[in-house]
C-alpha cells in the first residue's frame, strides 16, 4: 500500500492527475477488501472503509464510489 500512495504522490507531483485520481479511488476498494472476512471487494465495504477512514468524506461516499 505504501507504494500505491508513493505512486499516487509521484503521479500529481508531475500533473499526472487522472493516474493519481484512478490511484485513490482505488484505495478505498482494495483497503475495504483486505478488512473484510471473505476478502473480497464490494461497493458496500468500499463506502464502509471511506466512512470509518476518511470521515470528512463520509457524505460523498456514495458519489465517490460511482467515480470509481
Do not use: H, T
Not at 493516474?19 to 472476512?37: E, K, S, T
Not at 464490494?42 to 460511482?66: C, F
Amino acid at each position: 500500500m505504501d507504494e500505491l500512495i508513493r505512486q499516487v504522490r509521484a503521479a500529481m507531483a508531475s500533473g499526472l492527475y487522472f493516474v493519481a485520481l484512478l490511484g485513490v479511488l482505488a484505495i478505498p476498494d482494495i483497503c475495504g477488501a483486505l478488512a473484510a472476512n471473505d476478502g473480497k471487494a464490494s461497493g458496500s465495504k468500499y463506502k464502509q472503509w471511506l466512512r470509518d477512514n476518511v470521515p470528512e468524506e463520509a457524505g460523498d461516499a456514495d458519489l465517490i464510489y460511482g467515480l470509481r
